[in-house]
């Protein structure tokens, strides 16, 4: 039988009776080893064991890495585990976070749970990388999920403290439930806390209510701040409005400052509230504000807020359509600069014939200075309201102009608003972009009409432009046709 030539996985199988039934670790060593070298993954992490225990052989943990590292490389995936914690404490070898945190990486990204908590651990704490909390969560929540107890708890910790993510307690309180019941100590420890703390606000949500309602503004705020602290909206309201009845230089800013809290917490009563605030104030900015405010409310449910945003959208549809007709006025007989002003303010209130004009007045320099960024941001306000004659100006405005690939992808993004709408010329345009009918203004440009080059889409754009009555699609498609026909006839010169 000595012409049979053992394999890679028959040394390990021998070995590995050597190992066991017999335990001369020095020949199954020396088998692994012969079994490793030829590529065996089972074998190279076995090789890393006995060296690092010292097994057949004297302790050496510089051998007992390589051989993890091979048997990870080929996919063991205890090689990763270990070559994670061997580079995490300098076992052996020069101490390496970032080499520990790529080994246990690819073990959490196989699943083991202990690799995803160390993981977690590493983000958290910025080792072998730079903190990144988020990612912390995210392994902490993956461990947590397969039932790992300490992770459950560290799920806990990053929600009670918003780390990485909202502050939320009643989540923290479910993961030290879930890391309790496995017998943490620490999870119960923050239970009890958690426990003692509600007991608390209670106690001063009670006595503060209470005072409130009888009127003692002053006596109630202190108890009220105390919960509102805590993050509960319902408080967080409260004190909002206990501030509006205190005589105080700061109550408005105070108010406001709850309010907010509250509403961003999702209270409806507290975002109705804020708008009436807001639009007290009299001013764009916060009757912009007051609009938010209200929009959020009304979504809710709150027929104030609906009533309230109805009055406000209808005031400013008066007071934008008189801006307007005004600029209007002046424009028509070509008095641009003095068409601007009255423009602007209609565009502001969100007219949106008066922000297409303020656009072509900045972008073509009419009367003004020529403000091509301000003309673009005009033009895409009128055409972000989904009109379809102003998404195709957009268009336009970008193909005018056009001097880099991010024009050619605005250009290109506006045609095709607009020629889903069943805009012809943005249709026409949108066809002869696709087949780089349009000429380029430079290098980079021409190149991003390389990258979107198709002549299926170019001919659908054409062919639809032509049946809504765009007199040069017709000639757009000749000339393609045209074009077509040569390549064809180089193709068969050169035998292609």
Known sequence: M??????????????????????????????????ASKGEPSAQFQCGWM????????????RALFWYEESARNGILQGMINCG??????????????????????A????????????????????????????????????????????????????EYGWGTKKDEGKALEWYEKSAAQGDEDAKKKIKAFQARREERELYWNRGIAAWNEERYEEALPDLLKV????????????????????????????????KKSA?????????????????????????????????????????????????????????????????????????????????????????QAQGLSGSIYFFGQGVKRDRTQGLYWMEKAAEQGNAVHQNLCGELYLADCMSAQDVKRALYWFEKAAVQGHAQAQFRLGCMYYHLEEAENEEVGEEYNRIFSVEK?????????????????????????????LQCIDSILGR
């Open 108 to 159: 959490a990204q196989r699943g083991d749970a202990v690799a995803q908590y160390n993981c977690g651990f590493m983000y958290g704490h910025g080792k072998g990388t730079k903190e990144d909390k988020e990612q912390a969560l995210y392994w902490y929540q993956k461990a947590a999920a397969q039932g790992k107890a300490s992770a459950q708890y560290m799920c806990g910790l990053y929600c």
């Open 264 to 352: 961003e917490g999702g209270n409806m009563y507290a975002q109705e509230c804020l708008g009436y605030l807001y639009a007290g104030q009299k001013t764009e900015e916060h009757e912009e504000k007051a609009i938010d405010w209200f929009q959020k409310a009304a979504a809710q449910g709150s027929e104030g807020a609906r009533e309230e945003l109805d009055k406000i959208l209808k005031k400013r549809r008066v007071k934008s359509e008189l801006c307007f007709q005004q600029g209007q006025a002046a424009y028509n007989r070509e008095h641009y600069g003095e068409a601007l002003p009255d423009l602007l303010k209609a565009a502001r209130l969100g007219h949106v």
């Open 458 to 486: 170019a001919k659908k754009w054409l062919n639809l432009a032509r049946q809504n009555g765009q007199e040069e699609a017709a000639e757009a498609l000749m000339k393609i046709e045209l074009i077509d026909k040569k």
């Open 2 to 35: 000595g012409w049979f030539k053992k394999t890679p996985r028959d040394l390990y199988l021998e070995a590995g009776w050597y190992y066991v039934e017999k335990r001369n670790y020095r020949q199954a060593l020396a088998l692994y080893q012969e079994a």
């Open 51 to 62: 060296y690092e225990h010292g097994e057949g052989t004297s302790v050496d943990k510089a």
């Open 228 to 259: 509102a602290e805590t993050g509960d909206a319902q408080a967080q309201f409260f004190c909002g409005n206990t501030y509006l009845r205190l005589p105080r230089e700061d109550a408005f800013q105070q108010s406001v400052y709850w309010y």
């Open 85 to 106: 914690r061997m580079y995490s404490k300098g076992d052996g070898v020069d101490k390496d976070e970032a080499k520990s945190l790529k080994w246990r990486l690819e």
